[in-house]
T-cell receptor
Framework: DQQVKQNSPSLSVQEGRISILNCDYT??????FLWYKKYPAEGPTFLIS?????DKNEDGRFTVFLNKSAKHLSLHIVPSQPGDSAVYFC????????????FGQGTTLQVKP | DAGVIQSPRHEVTEMGQEVTLRCKPI?????LFWYRQTMMRGLELLIY????????DSGMPEDRFSAKMPNASFSTLKIQPSEPRDSAVYFC??????????????FGEGSRLTVL
């Protein structure tokens, strides 16, 4: 049972444009969401997070939006840069078990110069 | 500062052999996690520890897998006997703080296991 889903395995965008990565979840108990970025042959690195009491969190070029009613979150990267090319994972946790992250399958982003 | 250190980076072994993966978390971090990444299942949590105590091992696939954390600076994940379907990249991660900060993980570079 995949509780966190990233339905797009890959995404390709032009440098300077917006990248939008999507994530859906099924467990209504999830109340904290995170995005991680992973380069080849490296471990994932934390990028940005959002609590369920918010619907938007911004950090530089990265913004995460949360739609609780739709159980959907998205990561916007504006403007996209070639160095953003990586695999992006969304993850979710509950307040009763904050250390236990459930990850999606990942979306491979390619930003073309 | 040193990050999470995993060894070996690559391991090739034959079916039936014992495999031991090692992890040194970031000093001062009190959570340690073992994840497995495969093409089919993505990143799966196998087990995690808080202050060296196993908290949730519900992701450990079967009795062939075991994990220990004898002290705050060392953990092992053991597979005995190994099988070809265990082939994957195994990540160790650590985190600090309470509440939400516990979910902001620092990952090692992973151990790529191939079981022939």
């Amino acid at each position: 049972d995949q509780q966190v889903k990233q339905n797009s395995p890959s995404l390709s965008v032009q440098e300077g444009r917006i990248s939008i990565l999507n994530c859906d979840y099924t467990n209504s108990m999830f109340d904290y969401f995170l995005w991680y970025k992973k380069y080849p042959a490296e471990g994932p690195t934390f990028l940005i997070s959002i609590s369920s009491i918010k619907d938007k969190n911004e950090d530089g070029r990265f913004t995460v939006f949360l739609n609780k009613s739709a159980k959907h979150l998205s990561l916007h990267i504006v403007p996209s840069q070639p160095g953003d090319s990586a695999v992006y994972f969304c993850a979710a946790s509950t307040s009763s078990n904050t250390g236990k992250l459930i990850f999606g399958q990942g979306t491979t982003l390619q930003v073309k110069p | 500062d040193a990050g999470v250190i995993q060894s070996p980076r690559h391991e090739v072994t034959e079916m039936g052999q014992e495999v031991t993966l090692r992890c040194k978390p970031i000093s001062g971090h009190d959570y340690l996690f073992w994840y497995r990444q495969t093409m089919m299942r993505g990143l799966e949590l196998l087990i995690y520890f808080n202050n060296n105590v196993p908290i949730d091992d519900s992701g450990m696939p079967e009795d062939r897998f075991s994990a220990k954390m004898p002290n705050a600076s060392f953990s092992t994940l053991k597979i005995q006997p190994s099988e070809p379907r265990d082939s994957a990249v195994y990540f160790c991660a650590s985190s600090a703080g309470t509440g939400r900060k516990a979910g902001e993980l620092f990952f090692g570079e992973g151990s790529r296991l191939t079981v022939l």
